[in-house]
């Protein structure tokens, strides 16, 4: 494990200059085809290429461990930042396992771009880090921007069975309602995958551009080869107010929206998916206590409309205990929060053992949090529960993932019908029409 970089590990000084560029366009299109790093909604947000350095941890302390050598690389780093915004200065990009007991490399960390470029409202900007260097005259765009290569279409798609077929995750699922009717568990997040093969090497450029058209308001993200579009935001944290939004509750759209309207009342009066609601944002409210001073619990949900699926959803928000230096970062607070009851389920310890024993695949870093961190400790994590992992070795393959709620009225039928809707993002972002 390399969670605490010394001096040897960072030979000199990371040298940090952020400063305002006129707009860019498309934050996207400026990113390179090889590991592009991404977290964009709506247009705004951090985009980043290149590898200043890398922190890698795992084990039970991985967040904490992280933030540690974050601090470290942090007093060692000389920074002008003319902008002052959060994304702004130093950043890290990170993905992290579910478990604590993934292996490295599967068990994620941070990676600290050299080149990153962000907006924020009107704002953009453009921050280098460099080692070795003093301060010099302004980076321009002209001189480090990524994104020259065309981006191509991943050509034909081939789908298969992932680690358990769609007819035994059947038999998953009614094994996991099973153990909460035995009283095991009250909820239980089970996963699922399907394996892709493309023709051409994937550009993860097409995967996240596709994303980013057709799901504006969730978080799309590309960190070490986990690529993906969540509209679940695990916590943000902006100048002392948190944010987490809640999603548990799932019920498929049908494309006709007279139709899709009573759908949406059926689902923001389901007792099953309002049940399964309940522990998810429970299960937050409970993780942000101990670090905020007041928080707000909405008393019930809204209905939250994607493309693809309907979601009850809550945004429970608070404000962080202390100031400047002592209030905990983002990293602190998702750490803290994972695995909320949307990820893994209630009890926390009883769903892990339940999904250790009948999941069939390790989570790796699929189903834990993805996203950023600045050197303010402001930032941005998601969960990557819906996403595909491009692995180094084969560009031609991906795994997608999905992942489904299980309470003791789910039934197995209608969750793999679920788990199937939730796959459509990412089968449409491998698409060519």
């Not at 604590?100 to 704002?123: D, F, I």
């Not at 909320?340 to 024993?357: F, S």
């Not at 692995?391 to 209608?414: E, N, T």
Request: hydrophobic share 45%; glycine share 10%.
């Amino acid at each position: 494990m390399t969670a605490e970089p010394t001096q040897d590990a960072v030979p000199q000084h990371l040298v940090v200059r952020t400063v305002a560029v006129d707009h860019p366009g498309d934050l996207l299109d400026l990113l390179p085809a090889t590991a592009p790093l991404a977290w964009v909604r709506r247009g705004d947000g951090v985009v980043g290429w290149g590898e200043a350095l890398r922190i890698t941890v795992s084990g039970v302390d991985r967040f904490a461990d992280a933030e540690r050598a974050w601090h470290q690389v942090l007093r060692h780093a000389v920074v002008r930042d003319e902008v002052g915004l959060p994304g702004t200065g130093p950043i890290a990009f990170g993905s992290f396992a579910f478990d604590w007991h993934a292996p490295e490399p599967t068990a994620g960390g941070l990676v600290v771009p050299r080149v990153v470029v962000g907006r924020r409202g009107g704002t953009t900007w453009l921050t280098t880090i460099e080692t070795g260097a003093t301060i010099g005259a302004a980076p321009t765009l002209a001189r480090v921007a990524g994104g020259r290569e065309p981006v191509l279409a991943p050509g034909e798609v081939v789908y298969a069975d992932g680690a358990v077929p769609a007819d035994g995750w059947r038999d998953v699922v009614a094994r996991a309602v099973g153990a909460i009717r035995a009283g095991r568990v009250d909820k239980v997040v089970l996963a699922r995958d399907v394996e892709a093969r493309t023709a051409e090497p994937v550009d993860p450029r097409w995967v996240l551009g596709r994303l980013a058209d057709a799901y504006p308001t969730c978080w799309t993200f590309s960190v070490d080869g986990l690529l993906g579009a969540t509209p679940e935001l695990l916590v943000r944290s902006d100048r002392g107010l948190v944010t987490s939004r809640v999603l548990a509750g799932t019920i498929r759209r049908t494309g006709d929206d007279d139709a899709d309207l009573a759908r949406a009342a059926t689902l923001a009066h389901s007792s099953k998916d309002l049940e399964e609601h309940e522990y998810a944002v429970r299960s937050v409210a409970d993780a942000l206590a101990p670090f905020c001073s007041s928080t707000n619990v909405p008393d019930v949900p809204f209905v939250l409309h994607l493309p693809n699926v309907l979601h009850l959803a809550s945004d429970v928000t608070g404000v962080l205990r202390g100031s400047g230096a002592v209030t905990p970062s983002s990293l602190t607070l998702a750490g803290a929060l994972h695995p909320t009851a949307a990820v893994c389920g209630t009890p926390t310890m009883a769903a892990r053992e339940l999904i250790t024993e009948i999941e069939g695949m390790d989570r790796g870093r699929y189903a834990g949090p993805v996203g950023w961190v600045g050197a303010d400790g402001d930032g941005e994590w998601g969960i990557a529960l819906r996403s595909a992992e491009l692995g180094p070795a084969d560009p031609h393959r991906l795994r997608l993932f999905a992942g489904c709620g299980i309470v003791a009225a789910s039934d197995p039928a209608a969750e793999l019908a679920e788990s199937e809707a939730k796959l459509e993002p990412m089968r449409y972002a491998l698409g060519s029409d």
